[in-house]
């Protein structure tokens, strides 16, 4: 049985063929224009490639949307370039300008460790021949991205379902990287489904999620250098690879092990600061951070234990850790111990993970440290995400405290359910910081949902400004890991609302 490659009358449908040739396929080359659907059915095909070619994806397809349309479920498909924009049309998302033009480039690309890119290594260099790509406001919601640039530029898609997969660049150029073994990957899959193709995509394993979304316009635009939540966010995803790379780490064997019921006991999050939150009284979220990006060090050399229980002392309802390694200097083990030191205090406060969170993994992680929540970006995540991991830390007993930072971010997390909403005042892409922010937005807020203002407050006194605004908390990190009394604050923080 032979691989069909459909030619879109490009050059690189020559490399196309070697790279098939090589990975171990019978590779049949017809241009997409001169055959007729009835005829690659008479074929029988093994799997059939989408070839790169000129143009824009609905431009003289010839029969590729047919082909699309017949064989999705029935055998693997590859799109390569125009071959992947026909996709990412097919099913019903439009490929417009995307923001720059690339003709034998190179960049490197971050993907999830699925499908196409099952043993492959992170942030490769690939060749890039393209100056449209699949505008992410309008991913189907059929399809996930599989791999991206640094700036967001998605570089292809994979059908949830079938075994249907595109890139946006040209493994089959002689200056990417591991084309060889992309097209091997997909020269493996049989059927027409990721269900027949055990191991191939697994949903709960992704290594990386696309972090964002990209405005695709209609002129060309400058490059910017990534800002901070970008970097922060590419960083934790090389973390996080790593860590699940070791023996008895994987999301796999943290299950395992919440399956021994060996996580600390929990407490409810929510309940914990509505219990807080009574007779004109705020709750506080003491944060445990050593140092910030925008500060630098704060308290570099910081026991998290000591900290977590003077807060706990004080009266703190919950005790923010802050876990990033690289730019604010804490861990998961500076989570387990305040969890470990505050045990003995009561009421105990919650424990949150103050993680910048995009899987499942870091979730199970939180949990078997003993967190009581998790910190969930709405900025960072997109919805389904958002609700995926919602989701996930309410089956393991967690209500996660959700970040909003503007009306549309905050009609995401009450759209998702969330029950306590976080407003940072700060900026995460620029760090400027608007107190009026949580104030300007708690209007929306419904009573039953928790709101707690994050970032900006400096004194006790700060915090007077939400009175009257039905805030039920206020989240505090340097200027309380600053405090030379601690507990003076906290207690300033509860009854700023009164003064």
């Known amino acids: 049985m032979a691989t069909v490659l459909l030619d879109a009358y490009d050059s690189f449908t020559f490399n196309l063929y070697q790279y098939l040739s090589q990975a171990g396929a019978d590779v049949r080359v017809f241009r997409n224009d001169k055959i007729t659907l009835a005829e690659v059915i008479a074929m029988d095909p093994v ?51 995307a923001g720059e033009i690339q003709h034998g480039k190179t960049s490197t690309i971050t993907h999830d460790g699925q499908g196409l890119y099952r043993g492959i290594d992170q942030l490769f260099p690939i060749t890039r021949y393209h100056s449209l790509a699949g505008d992410p406001e309008t991913l189907p919601a059929c399809l996930e991205v599989n791999s991206w640039t640094s700036n967001g530029v998605i570089m292809g898609v994979r059908h949830r379902e079938y075994a249907v997969e595109g890139v946006q660049f040209h493994p089959e150029s002689i200056l990417s990287e591991n084309g060889l073994a992309m097209f091997s990957n997909f020269l493996r899959l049989r059927g027409g489904t990721w269900a027949e193709n055990s191991g191939a995509r697994v949903a709960d394993d992704m290594a990386n999620h696309y972090p964002g979304k990209l405005s695709i316009g209609s002129a060309p635009v400058a490059q910017a250098s990534p800002d901070i939540l970008s970097r922060i966010f590419r960083q934790r995803q090389r973390d996080v690879a790593e860590q699940k790379a070791l023996p008895g780490r994987s999301l796999a064997d943290l299950q395992r092990l919440l399956a021994l019921d060996i996580a600390p006991t929990q407490i409810d999050f929510a309940q914990r600061l509505r219990d807080a939150a009574t007779d004109g009284r705020l709750a506080v979220l003491a944060e445990v951070k050593r140092a910030s990006p925008s500060k630098g060090d704060i308290c570099a050399d910081a026991i998290a234990a000591e900290h977590g229980l003077a807060y706990a002392r004080a009266g703190a309802a919950a005790i923010s850790v802050l876990t990033e390694p ?6 998961i083990d500076d989570l387990r111990d305040v969890r470990q030191a505050v045990s ?44 995926a991991l919602l989701e996930y830390s309410r089956e393991l007993r967690m209500e996660p405290l959700v970040e909003v930072n503007d009306a549309d971010e905050m009609r995401a997390a009450l759209d998702a359910g969330a029950t306590v909403i976080g407003v940072n005042n700060r900026d995460l892409r620029t760090f400027a910081v608007d107190m009026d922010t949580t104030r300007d937005l708690a209007a929306q807020v419904p009573k039953e949902v928790v709101l707690v203002a994050l970032s900006g407050i400096v004194q006790p006194s700060d915090a007077s400004i939400y009175a009257g605004a039905s805030v039920g908390g206020v989240l505090v990190g340097e200027a309380l890991m600053r405090a030379t009394d601690k507990a003076a604050f906290v207690q300033g923080l509860q009854t700023a609302l009164q003064n």
């Open 326 to 331: 690289t730019w604010f200097k804490g861990s």
């Open 47 to 97: 799997n059939i490639v989408l070839s790169p070619g000129p143009g824009h994806p609905r431009e003289d397809p010839g029969i590729c949307y047919e082909v699309l349309e017949h064989f999705q479920g029935k055998i693997p498909i590859l799109g390569v370039c125009l071959g992947q924009q026909m996709m990412y049309e097919h099913y019903g998302g439009t490929v417009g300008f």
């Open 344 to 387: 003995c205090v009561e009421p105990r406060p919650a424990v949150l993970r103050k993680e910048f969170v995009f899987e499942k993994y870091q979730i199970a992680e939180a949990r078997l440290a003993g967190a009581d929540s998790v910190l969930l970006i709405v900025k960072m995540l997109s919805r389904a995400q958002l609700h």
